[in-house]
C-alpha cells in the first residue's frame, strides 16, 4: 500500500505561488504514475498533471500549462506541484494521488486527503 499526505496549501493573492508538497510512505514511487487533482464544491475532481516517475514524462491540463510544475524527488519520495501566476478559478482542495503502471489510465486507488488552496480575488 502506498500513502500519500499533502501539505502546502494556504491563501495566497492573486498572481502570486505555492507549492505543494506530497509525501509518499509504505513503498517506494518509482513505479508509479503520480498525480494531482483539484476538485470545487459541485464539480467533479479533475487531473491537472501527472507524472510517470520512471520516466519523468509529464502532462498537465490546458488550464494549468504554463504556469503550475510537477516534480519528483524519488530520493525522498515526494512529488511537488509548483504554482505559479495563480488565479481565483485556481482555488479548490487540492489532492495527490498514484496509481500503478498497470492500473488502467485515470483509474488512480492511492489518494491523499486534500489541502486547500484558495486565491484572493
Known amino acids: 500500500q502506498l500513502q500519500l499526505v499533502e501539505s502546502g496549501g494556504g491563501s495566497v493573492d492573486i498572481g502570486g505561488a505555492l507549492r505543494l508538497s506530497c509525501a509518499a510512505s509504505g513503498r517506494s514511487s518509482n513505479n508509479y504514475v503520480m498525480a494531482w487533482f483539484r476538485q470545487t464544491p459541485g464539480k467533479e475532481r479533475m487531473r491537472i498533471a501527472n507524472?510517470?516517475?520512471?520516466?519523468?514524462?509529464?502532462h498537465y491540463a490546458d488550464s494549468v500549462r504554463g504556469r503550475f510544475t510537477i516534480s519528483p524527488d524519488a530520493e525522498k519520495n515526494m512529488v511537488y506541484l509548483q504554482m505559479d501566476n495563480l488565479k481565483p478559478e485556481d482555488t479548490a482542495v487540492y489532492y495527490c494521488?498514484?496509481?500503478?503502471?498497470?492500473?488502467?489510465?485515470?483509474?488512480?486507488?492511492?489518494w491523499g486527503q486534500g489541502t486547500q488552496v484558495t486565491v484572493a480575488s
Open positions: 507524472i510517470y516517475m520512471s520516466s519523468g514524462s509529464r
Open positions: 494521488a498514484a496509481r500503478s503502471m498497470s492500473t488502467p489510465a485515470d483509474a488512480y486507488n492511492f
